[in-house]
């Protein structure tokens, strides 16, 4: 008998690491997007909008988008 052997337990244990490794990539663009727009640093092209922010701003989109896509996958009504 072989670990895995069976299609649907590969299928399975695939859809568990692809949900983990979004989830964990959204939480690293939310977390470094809302780092990014907190900091103090980076040069300014205009007073109220810079270069951080809009970087900021993206990362954190990403990271969101990312969450939505992952909450949307557990929560589908499987069949």
Same mark, same amino acid.
């Given at each position: 008998?072989?670990? +895995?052997? $069976?299609?649907? $337990?590969? %299928?399975? @244990? !695939?859809?568990?690491?692809?949900? %983990? @490794? =979004? =989830?964990?990539?959204? !939480? &690293? +663009?939310?977390? !470094? /997007?809302?780092?990014?727009?907190? !900091?103090?640093? /980076? %040069? #300014?092209?205009?007073?109220?909008?810079?270069? %951080?922010?809009?970087? /900021?701003? =993206?990362?954190?989109?990403?990271?969101? &988008?990312?969450?939505? *896509? #992952?909450? #949307? @996958?557990?929560?589908?009504? *499987?069949?």
């Amino acid at each position: 008998m072989r670990w +895995l052997a $069976d299609p649907d $337990d590969r %299928a399975f @244990v !695939s859809g568990i690491v692809d949900q %983990a @490794v =979004t =989830t964990v990539l959204a !939480s &690293v +663009l939310a977390v !470094s /997007g809302v780092l990014v727009l907190v !900091s103090d640093g /980076g %040069a #300014a092209l205009e007073e109220p909008v810079g270069p %951080a922010v809009i970087l /900021g701003g =993206t990362l954190f989109l990403f990271g969101f &988008v990312l969450a939505a *896509r #992952a909450l #949307a @996958v557990v929560f589908r009504r *499987r069949d």
